[in-house]
């Protein structure tokens, strides 16, 4: 079975510097994605980036970016310039590579990120 | 327009009562789930339909009973609610026919207390 594990309960950055976020997953597949989500205050799931493991290139989005490491199944989540408003619940996810069909997403326990005025 | 949506948003009841959430996606995905958040914040697959057809159920209690009467609809029904069943349940879809259509997007969440 899948794991997939955060290492730090909580962090905190001050704002407008840079943060990194640790997620480390067990599998035995080499086909597979992975994603971060972040959960505000509003309790609202939404996604941050998402990486598929056939590609080598880390994903981007504008501030937002990660370290994908396949050999050592890590995963970690960068942000720039933080602002206040990335104040939340970051939490890492894998899913099995099949494409069609139910395929269920295995989180990890979450890291609790602050942003410091 | 709301892409996942749930009713209730906050469900307050007793022990022993019998409860509805219900969700609806209006992306035209043709795969639904049900997440539980518990009181750590670790969230958990409970149930997952794909067009109409149960594909996914975890180790979840047969008080859980979900329901997907069309592809853009998936209700969770709880009977003889118990104390540890308070969390936060959350409904997502994804499409899944083709890569790029892996993501999930998830719903607001119900929190659900049980006193």
């Known amino acids: 079975a899948q794991t997939v594990t955060q290492s730090q309960p909580e962090m905190s950055v001050q704002e407008a510097e840079t943060v990194t976020l640790s997620c480390t997953y067990d599998?035995?597949?080499?086909?597979?994605?992975l994603f971060w989500y972040k959960q505000p205050p509003s309790r609202q799931m939404i996604l941050v980036i998402r990486?598929?493991?056939?590609?080598?290139q880390n994903a981007t989005e504008n501030r937002f970016s990660v370290n994908f490491q396949k050999a050592a199944k890590s995963f970690s989540l960068k942000i720039s310039d933080s602002q206040l408003g990335d104040a939340a619940m970051y939490f890492c996810?894998?899913?099995?590579?099949?494409?069609?069909?139910?395929?269920?997403?295995?989180f990890g326990q979450g890291t609790r990120l602050t942003i410091n005025p | 327009d709301t892409a996942v949506s749930q009713t209730p948003k906050y469900l307050v009841t007793q022990m022993g009562n019998d409860k509805s959430i219900k969700c609806e996606q209006n992306l035209g995905h043709d795969t639904m789930y049900w997440y539980k958040q518990d009181s750590k914040k670790f969230l958990k697959i409970m149930f997952s339909y794909n067009n109409k057809e149960l594909i996914i159920n975890e180790t979840v209690p047969n008080r859980f009973s979900p329901k997907s009467p069309d592809k853009a609809h998936l209700n969770l029904h709880i009977n003889s609610l118990e104390l540890g069943d308070s969390a936060v349940y959350f409904c997502?879809?994804?499409?899944?026919?083709?890569?790029?259509?892996?993501?999930?997007?998830f719903g607001p969440g119900t929190r659900l207390l049980v006193l």
């Open positions: 599998t035995s597949e080499s086909d597979y994605y």
């Open positions: 997502a879809s994804s499409q899944g026919r083709q890569r790029g259509e892996e993501t999930q997007y």
């Open positions: 990486q598929e493991a056939y590609k080598q």
């Open positions: 996810a894998y899913r099995r590579g099949i494409i069609q069909g139910a395929q269920k997403l295995v």
